[in-house]
């Protein structure tokens, strides 16, 4: 069986030549790449079929009593169905096969079309959906990444957001780190400063720690809690991998808040 393998494949190159063989794979490719553009034009549920029937599923599950103690803790700030994270996932599964046939772009506009509507849940589920989905940056997401961001914010969502997609996307685009920060920084949004701290937390031995510093530097005065949190987040995080710079920063910088500095003390 094997040497008919060889065989086919030896006959193949003769009949078809290199370049013959190259053509097949790329007509093989296109026909796949129609296949999929066919499926997601004409098969797929359209989107606001799609958006009602994910809040009919939700609806499905919904708890009253334990959205009771899920809005206590989120200081009532905002309504929920009372669905926790295990539920959540399975309703994400039960979508899973057909938004698999979804592209990227798409799968962005439904998770801003989910930020709109009230319960909790809806956010968390577009928050599913992108650490998903979004995998290649365009030039043009910070629009929805600062969109997203700056509605409904809390630290349930911000991290999340600052973390995965401002990460990602200012990963992809390192000359753009900068300004982003100004700019973010200067808004005066609380939410926005707090992700120019954070953004850079999956980076690792790639953290551009000179930038990081100086936003730690010019945030550091804010006495805001989530500030302070954040401050010693990303300090922390970078002492996984560069112990050395952070306690010699800190070193230097005795006016680093209690909050932050026990914060990012905890693997010195």
């Not at 799609?50 to 708890?63: A, C, H, L, Y």
């Not at 600062?146 to 349930?156: C, F, G, M, V």
């Not at 401050?231 to 800190?250: A, C």
Request: proline share 3%.
């Amino acid at each position: 069986m094997e040497d008919n393998l060889k065989s086919w494949s030896i006959i193949k190159d003769e009949v078809y030549g290199r370049k013959g063989s190259e053509r097949r794979d790329n007509l093989e490719d296109e026909i796949e790449k129609t296949k999929n553009y066919l499926n997601s034009k004409f098969l797929r549920t359209p989107f606001k079929t799609m958006i009602n029937q994910i809040q009919s599923k939700f609806e499905e599950n919904r708890n009253p009593e334990i959205a009771k103690g899920m809005e206590a803790y989120m200081k009532n700030k905002f309504p929920f169905l009372g669905i926790k994270s295990p539920e959540r996932k399975e309703i994400h599964r039960f979508f899973g096969p057909e938004l698999r046939t979804w592209t990227q772009d798409e799968l962005i506009q439904l998770a801003i079309d989910l930020w709109e509507l009230e319960e909790r849940e809806f956010q968390y589920f577009a928050l599913d959906l992108l650490k998903w989905k979004y995998k290649k940056a365009k030039e043009e997401d910070l629009d929805w990444i600062l969109d997203l961001i700056t509605k409904k914010s809390w630290w349930d969502t911000v991290d999340m957001l600052a973390a995965r997609c401002l990460g990602h996307y200012l990963h992809a685009f390192p000359e753009k780190q900068e300004q982003v920060c100004k700019d973010f920084i200067d808004s005066e949004n609380l939410w926005l400063q707090r992700s120019t701290l954070i953004f850079q937390l999956k980076y690792k031995d790639q953290t551009n720690t000179e930038l990081l510093f100086k936003n730690i530097l010019i945030l550091n005065p804010d006495k805001e809690f989530f500030i302070q949190k954040a401050i010693g987040w990303s300090l922390r995080e970078l002492s996984k991998t560069n112990p050395d710079l952070v306690r010699q920063f800190l070193q230097e910088h005795p006016e680093i808040d209690k909050l932050a500095l026990r914060e990012a003390s905890k693997y010195l």
